[in-house]
């Protein structure tokens, strides 16, 4: 018997009288049989009713004429059933007579409607057992799916070879063919190449992994190197308005999500969801919703990443943040703070002043702080982010000193991204500032890495430690 969550595997071997469970929107249950459950079974059923919104119990099809024990899964709290069941691949175009339209395995369908009828409070899916010869259940799925069914699991056992991954194209070529939008095929989540067969037989059926959802347009810096709220960029937008942002521009800074829109977003994404990436054309954090933002993306269980400049939030909303965080990459906020000294972050942002970068110093030293002093080590963790430029490129290890006294878990020098023209001057070029460049970026590197500091694309690194010092190791 296996407990399988579709965002994490559930430890069983830990499971001792209670099993934890990740709050999540749906745990998937395989038992071997009803009619023999285990205690241990019915623990993790229970557990699994506990700590998620949605708990659905696998069992072979062939134990349906059991209703005792399937309404006892009904007073477990039980919220969905999955029939395991092999479809008879023999019934190719299994005609009522000549000519009709009706397809697929007739006999397998006939029986979850008629489950689906006798057993209503259930929401009910199939978990098919694969068979040689699948020309018939692509078919069998669209009817299911006519009739109601939105998922399915398909029993895809070990890796994926070139004959299964020819068929399994061809059944979803099928399927997109017949209109099927709304459905969902899972390969077994129990499966460590679950994905890796969603990738080889180009399923688009299998739900988002990740979602980005820009909730705001506004921001109160002048970083150098942002294409709407730098001084160049706005220099650049205002000339061709007589010196003044257009309408437009203006109502394009103040643009954000609705905030009942972005719930009923959030409340509608699909189980396979693994993160949520919360951004925007500004800041995030802007939203005067952000954070009950992220308090419903993690009350589904998903992982949330937000890029932010770190300066909006206040004691109140860094302890809910707290509450909601978890391990690494539970709640991870991506800090573009882009220096390492008060001097060099006015430079890089001149609207901002010295009281700006303690602030935003304060506000990650609190994030550390309150995860350090948890018992189990969980809360918020964070990402110092860097824009590499020329008015930065040379001071990179005052970066990785702070990052390293901010606790942050990783230290990300980013390449300056080029929106426009008026921006060539800040992207670091040139034999000898790249040399210079790259010998700041080693010292950063290094030291970062000598204190446990993870660095984001260290192979980026690396390459261009070869290409201008001649070395790769760091």
């Known amino acids: 018997m296996q407990s399988l969550n579709l965002l994490e595997r559930v430890d069983l071997e830990a499971v001792q009288g209670l099993v934890y469970l990740k709050p999540t929107e749906l745990c998937y249950v395989r038992v071997a049989s009803l009619t023999k459950l285990t205690s241990i079974d019915s623990v993790v059923i229970s557990e699994a009713v506990r700590y998620t919104s949605k708990t659905f119990v696998s069992f072979p099809i062939e134990e349906i004429n059991n209703p005792e024990k399937i309404l006892s899964l009904l007073k477990l709290g039980v919220n969905g059933l999955a029939l395991r069941a092999s479809y008879e691949d023999k019934k190719f175009l299994h005609h009522e007579r000549r000519g009709s339209e009706r397809s697929g395995d007739l006999d397998l369908i006939a029986k979850v409607e008629r489950f689906r009828r006798d057993f209503p409070s259930f929401e009910t899916v199939v978990e098919f057992q694969l068979l040689p010869d699948m020309r018939i259940l692509a078919p069998t799925i669209v009817r299911l ?17 070139k004959l299964r991954i020819s068929g399994f194209r061809e059944i979803f070529e099928y399927l997109r063919i017949r209109g099927c939008s709304y459905l969902n095929v899972y390969f077994p989540f129990w499966n460590r190449q679950f994905r890796e067969w969603d990738i080889k037989t180009q399923n688009t059926f299998s739900g988002l992994f990740e979602v980005h959802i820009d909730i705001s347009n506004r921001c109160t810096h002048s970083c150098t190197f942002c294409g709407l709220y730098g001084p160049a960029a706005l220099e650049d937008i ?31 994404l699909p189980w396979s969801v693994n993160i949520v990436q919360f951004g925007g054309a500004g800041d995030p954090l802007m939203h005067r919703d952000a954070v009950k933002f992220i308090t419903a993306v993690r009350s589904r269980g998903f992982k949330v990443s937000v890029l932010s400049n770190m300066e909006y939030l206040e004691e109140e909303d860094l302890l809910e943040l707290h509450r909601l965080g978890g391990r690494q990459d539970d709640l991870h906020f991506i ?136 070395e790769i190791h760091v």
Not at 416 to 422: D, K, N, V
């Open 145 to 161: 799916y006519e009739d109601g069914m939105r998922w399915v699991v398909l029993n895809a056992e070990g890796e994926p070879d």
């Open 335 to 470: 800090a573009n703070v882009s220096a390492g000294t008060p001097e060099m972050y006015v430079k890089t942002r001149p609207r901002q002043t010295d009281k700006t970068f303690d602030k935003v110093s304060s506000v990650l030293d609190r994030l550390s702080t309150l995860r350090e002093s948890s018992a189990d080590g969980r809360g918020v963790f964070f990402t110092v982010m860097c824009v590499v430029t020329t008015i930065n490129c040379q001071s990179l290890l005052d970066v990785a000193k702070l990052a390293v006294k901010l606790r942050a878990q990783k230290l990300w020098f980013k390449p300056m991204e080029l929106h426009a023209s008026f921006q060539a001057p800040l992207i670091p070029g040139g034999n000898e500032m790249m040399r210079d460049m790259a010998r700041s970026l080693k010292e950063a590197a290094d030291y970062a890495l000598s204190h446990g500091l993870e660095l984001e694309q260290q192979e980026y690194c690396e390459q261009i430690f070869e290409r201008y010092l001649g």
């Open 238 to 268: 205002k000339k061709d308005n007589g010196g003044k942002l257009s309408s437009q521009v203006n109502e394009f800074m103040k643009m954000e999500i609705d905030s009942e829109h972005c719930y009923q977003i959030i409340e509608s």
